[in-house]
């Protein structure tokens, strides 16, 4: 289970890094939306889970 948050919060820096690059770049806004829709997806499966994990009891 430790090993699934760190990737899914890892998938949720390189969501950040990949929006503050696409800032830096002056990219589409589309480009800018998928950014943070994919870091606020990340999130959801963190908290998910970690909720899981602990009704699991990991």
Same mark, same amino acid.
């Given at each position: 289970?430790?090993? +699934?948050?760190?990737?899914? =919060?890892?998938?949720?820096? %390189? *969501? /950040?890094?990949?929006?503050?690059? +696409?800032?830096?770049?002056? =990219?589409?806004?589309?480009? %800018? *939306? /998928? ?24």
């Amino acid at each position: 289970m430790k090993q +699934a948050i760190f990737v899914i =919060a890892l998938g949720i820096v %390189l *969501w /950040i890094v990949a929006f503050v690059f +696409a800032v830096v770049m002056n =990219a589409d806004s589309n480009i %800018l *939306w /998928i950014c943070v829709v994919g870091a606020l997806l990340g999130v959801i499966g963190l908290r998910y889970t970690i909720k899981k994990g602990r009704k699991e009891k990991i």
